[in-house]
């Protein structure tokens, strides 16, 4: 435990920014959904505390997570559908108590999946694609933050689709908003990108106070001193542009923004389905997230993915338990946390407690904070995870990385982040297999100059998928040449391989070819690193 309070400097600031960061997501997220702003702060509120406990993660920061927004409001529409227009109660409340349900059990599924090293499919995901996302993530941060930069305010904060809630596009918004901006949102706005900046800048570093306090907190300070001083002016903000958490007026009046589940439902088939769809996508997202966060992470710390399945899923169980939303790890808030400071695991719990204690205690004082210091935070985290740099070092790598690069970032753009990398995924695995076609063997170029000698060394795994290729080259050798295929470097081949080489071999008799097979292995052989990955697990055990 020591060890989490020993970066307290780092960690205390950076979960406060995160905070004010998340605050605003968790309410943004929960309109999304079509349900009650407090399901979203719950769901922030345990994925700090609870789940950056039990997380293994030094940094990723969980809550609610704008690509289930769509699922929920759906699965909620049809549980309204499904009840009995006879029943005794709001029917809204009902469904909404059948969803969470859902969610505890989809949480339930989480632990049973980190349980069975489900955490592993995390680690399949090619870099170009991890690449991809953190970059379009950051251009779509950047697009989505533009008019709550400029005062306009109509897009809800959190819906990350391309298409939004209000019937407007990512890019008519910025169209909207330059053509109505609200000057005292926007100076504000600008005023929060220039401390960003100035934080940024070597010479600020010399003086103590820069790092005893973080940048983004002083973009938020500075915003709440001018919504001050624009108080009775032409400026002066209004309620649309500040945060704006539910204020309880009492202790009961707080215990009411709870709600718990229905489990008489739970036979229901709905609830089971909706719950399936949640924990796979909840998962999906998470163990994504978790390799974007590993590397942004400055000292390339590596989460195992089964112990953060577990976490998660306990974090679902509660928040379904009393009334919040799904909770995944999140990127963007793993990234505002990197990029305030923070060191390990505690900021991540200190935002979930600071969301706790200013919504139950000073819910009034968290109402001050302008949106647009928060956007101005967020334009910042945008830019840095879609660096012009990164664009330039992918296609400084060929066209195999930079092709499923571009595709991620433009399906997440136009779409969202699970269509982006799924359709990179299937980029990345064609370039793949097409690469694998291509080279399933070695030729020896001097024997075949000199003398119409081929030897051909086959790969370390080849595959039904390299039929093709094999087949056409085989055809291609002239008469009367002498051909030695050679599976000394293959640990495994192909039933299909080998019958194309066995028919070759019979062929050559009738086509003046000599065929000499060397080295080849009956079944598959043990492979190496499958031995080493033993060893190391009886000294670990």
């Not at 800048?201 to 010399?206: A, G, R, S, T, V």
């Not at 001050?228 to 539910?246: D, R």
Request: glycine share 10%.
């Amino acid at each position: 435990m020591q060890q989490f309070f020993s970066k307290l400097k780092n960690d205390l600031p950076a979960g406060l920014v995160v905070f004010l960061v998340a605050v605003p997501l968790c309410l943004g997220i929960a309109a999304v959904s079509g349900v009650p702003a407090f399901s979203g702060l719950i769901a922030g509120i345990i994925g700090g505390i609870v789940v950056g406990a039990l997380s293994g993660s030094s940094l990723g920061v969980s809550g609610p997570a704008a690509g289930l927004a769509v699922i929920i409001f759906d699965a909620i529409d049809q549980m309204k559908l499904s009840i009995d227009e006879t029943a005794t109660q709001d029917v809204f409340v009902e469904a909404f108590q059948m969803f969470l349900l859902a969610v505890v059990i989809a949480g339930v599924i989480q632990v049973i999946l980190g349980f069975i090293n489900g955490g592993i499919i995390g680690y399949y995901f090619p870099s170009s694609v991890i690449k991809g996302m953190l970059a379009g993530i950051g251009l779509t941060i950047f697009l989505k933050e533009v008019p709550h930069a400029l005062g306009y305010d109509k897009d809800i904060e959190g819906d990350m689709e391309f298409w939004q809630v209000d019937g407007e596009n990512t890019f008519s918004e910025i169209l909207n908003a330059f053509g109505n901006p609200d000057f005292g949102a926007t100076i504000i706005a600008f005023v929060g990108i220039a401390i960003l900046i100035l934080w940024q800048q070597k010479f600020i570093n010399k003086f103590k106070f820069s790092t005893i306090i973080q940048g983004p907190l002083v973009a938020i300070l500075a915003g709440i001193g001018l919504v001050f001083a624009f108080k009775g002016g032409s400026h002066e903000m209004i309620a649309e542009h500040l945060v704006n958490v539910p204020v309880a007026k009492n202790t009961n009046d707080f215990l009411s923004f709870f709600t718990f589940p229905n489990f008489g439902a739970i036979t229901n088939v709905l609830v089971w389905k909706t719950a399936a769809v949640i924990a796979v996508v909840a998962s999906l997202e998470t163990l994504l997230c978790v390799e974007a966060t590993d590397k942004l992470d400055p000292e390339k710390s590596i989460t195992p993915t089964n112990r953060e399945l577990k976490a998660q899923g306990v974090g679902n169980i509660l928040s379904g338990l009393i009334g919040g939303l799904p909770i995944t790890q999140v990127i963007v808030r793993s990234s505002a946390n990197i990029q305030s400071g923070g060191k390990t695991k505690m900021s991540a719990i200190i935002h979930g407690v600071f969301i706790l204690g200013f919504v139950a205690l000073l819910p009034e004082v968290l109402n001050l904070v302008p949106r647009a210091s928060l956007a101005a935070i967020l334009l910042i985290v945008g830019y840095k995870l879609a660096n012009p740099a990164t664009f330039k070092e992918m296609w400084a790598e060929g066209k195999s990385q930079f092709i499923p690069f571009i595709v991620t970032i433009f399906f997440i753009v136009f779409k969202d982040l699970l269509w982006g990398v799924g359709i990179g995924l299937v980029v990345a695995i064609f370039e793949i297999l097409y690469l694998n076609y291509k080279k399933p063997y070695l030729v020896d170029a001097d024997l075949v100059k000199d003398n119409k000698q081929f030897h051909f060394q086959l790969a370390e795994d080849v595959t039904f998928l390299h039929k093709a290729n094999i087949l056409e080259t085989l055809n291609k050798v002239p008469n009367g040449s002498k051909v030695i295929i050679d599976g000394k470097k293959s640990i495994s081949i192909h039933p299909d391989v080998r019958e194309i080489i066995r028919d070759f071999e019979t062929h050559a008799q009738y086509s003046d070819i000599t065929v000499d097979i060397i080295n080849f292995k009956e079944g598959t052989q043990p492979n190496p690193l499958a031995q080493f990955d033993k060893e190391i697990e009886k000294v670990v055990n």
